[in-house]
């Protein structure tokens, strides 16, 4: 984990390390009348996150990314104590596409009466697909992104496909607590084997990482086949899991199709039903979706009550 006394300093970028250089930073950036853009991020910075930068650019003057490894989304025996880091390199990065605000707090800055008693509950939709391995990791989710909404009142905050289930729990959360943020959802960034891009594809060994693109390739097959006219989910779900599991290499925790908006399983596919899943590689979990009948680049996602509302 980041090491929070780590001084960077890289020219034209405000790194805030604490609560008050933060509200400080703010209260300057409203004298001026400017819109800001949150992109929350847990740091090691790849193109998927900068695709995030630029599409917050296009909706506000300013851009504040956040980096923090939140504890709360990870559960016992997850990868926290190993979750890769690069302060520096991330800053760079983040300047490079335009950011001039980055907020990188210690957990004691987040946190500091200690990991917070009242937590954000996602209710049934988080209790599936991803929720089913991994119970604490919406309600973890979650909870830091209200506060962090609460600490930096964006005006638009943007949050990656690749994390579907996550991208649509916080829609949700912004309308079941009528929080004023417009959420939007960036597309999905791929290596160019598609493989989806992770911080956690660092974890994988030359051998695995080989492996791992076939996860994307079949997914890419089911969504042929659905074009083909194979509709019936449990088809397009067991053609996936059967050719992953012949592969050999990799584990597959579940492959579903389901409705866009309600994470309900379908038993029909139709355009724009994702076929999301969560793989394991040695001890490296990846997940991975696919929208039926939509390109990649198009997050199709509806928009958020408050664009609906502008
Ligand atoms: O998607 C992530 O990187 C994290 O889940 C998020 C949204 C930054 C919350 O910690």
Same mark, same amino acid.
């Given at each position: 984990?980041?090491d929070?006394?780590e001084?960077?300093?890289?020219?034209?970028?405000?790194?805030l390390?604490d609560?008050?250089?933060?509200?400080?930073?703010?209260?300057?950036? +409203?004298?001026?009348?400017?819109? %800001?853009?949150?992109?929350?991020?847990?740091?090691?910075l790849?193109?998927?996150?900068?695709?995030?930068?630029?599409?917050?650019?296009?909706?506000?003057?300013?851009?504040?990314?956040?980096i923090?490894?939140?504890?709360?989304?990870?559960?016992?025996?997850?990868? %926290?104590e190993?979750?890769?880091?690069?302060?520096?390199g991330?800053?760079?990065?983040?300047? *490079?596409?335009?950011?001039?605000?980055?907020?990188?707090? !210690?957990v004691?800055e987040?946190?500091?009466d200690?990991? /917070?008693?009242?937590?954000?509950? !996602?209710?049934?939709?988080?209790? +599936? =697909?991803?929720?089913?391995?991994?119970p604490?990791?919406?309600?973890g989710?979650?909870?830091?992104v209200?506060?962090?909404?609460?600490l930096? +009142? /964006?005006?638009? *905050?943007?949050?990656?496909r690749k994390?579907?289930? $996550?991208?649509?729990?916080i829609r $949700?959360?912004?309308?079941?607590?009528?929080?004023?943020?417009?959420? $939007?959802?960036?597309?999905?960034v +791929?290596?160019?084997?598609?493989?989806? %891009?992770?911080?956690?594809?660092?974890?994988?060994?030359?051998?695995?990482?080989?492996? *791992?693109?076939?996860f994307?390739?079949? =997914?890419?097959r089911? *969504?042929?086949?659905?074009l083909?006219?194979?509709t019936?989910?449990?088809?397009l779900?067991?053609?996936?899991?059967?050719?992953?599991e012949?592969g050999?290499?990799?584990?597959?925790?579940y492959?579903?199709v389901?409705?866009?908006?309600?994470?309900? #399983?379908?038993?029909t596919?139709r355009?724009?039903?994702v076929?999301?899943?969560?793989?394991?590689?040695g001890?490296?979990r990846?997940?991975?979706?696919?929208l039926?009948?939509?390109?990649d680049?198009? #997050?199709?996602?509806? /928009?958020?009550?408050?664009?609906?509302?502008?």
């Amino acid at each position: 984990m980041s090491d929070p006394s780590e001084s960077v300093r890289v020219e034209g970028v405000h790194l805030l390390r604490d609560r008050v250089a933060l509200q400080e930073a703010l209260a300057e950036l +409203r004298e001026r009348g400017d819109s %800001l853009a949150l992109v929350p991020t847990m740091g090691y910075l790849h193109e998927g996150h900068l695709s995030l930068v630029d599409q917050a650019h296009g909706s506000a003057d300013t851009v504040l990314l956040t980096i923090f490894v939140n504890p709360l989304q990870f559960g016992e025996g997850e990868d %926290l104590e190993h979750y890769p880091t690069d302060l520096e390199g991330d800053v760079r990065k983040a300047r *490079a596409r335009g950011v001039t605000h980055i907020f990188a707090p !210690p957990v004691s800055e987040m946190y500091p009466d200690g990991p /917070p008693v009242i937590r954000v509950d !996602p209710g049934p939709m988080g209790k +599936r =697909l991803c929720g089913i391995s991994r119970p604490h990791h919406f309600p973890g989710v979650l909870t830091v992104v209200a506060r962090l909404f609460a600490l930096i +009142r /964006p005006d638009v *905050a943007v949050f990656g496909r690749k994390d579907y289930q $996550q991208a649509v729990l916080i829609r $949700q959360m912004v309308r079941d607590l009528a929080l004023d943020v417009d959420v $939007q959802v960036g597309p999905l960034v +791929r290596e160019h084997d598609g493989l989806a %891009l992770s911080s956690r594809n660092v974890y994988l060994s030359p051998i695995q990482r080989e492996v *791992a693109p076939r996860f994307q390739a079949e =997914l890419a097959r089911a *969504a042929s086949d659905f074009l083909g006219g194979m509709t019936e989910a449990r088809h397009l779900v067991s053609g996936v899991r059967d050719r992953l599991e012949r592969g050999g290499g990799m584990r597959v925790e579940y492959i579903e199709v389901v409705h866009p908006e309600t994470l309900l #399983p379908m038993e029909t596919a139709r355009v724009g039903a994702v076929l999301a899943g969560a793989v394991h590689i040695g001890s490296t979990r990846l997940i991975d979706n696919v929208l039926l009948g939509v390109r990649d680049e198009d #997050p199709r996602l509806p /928009p958020s009550d408050r664009s609906r509302r502008a």
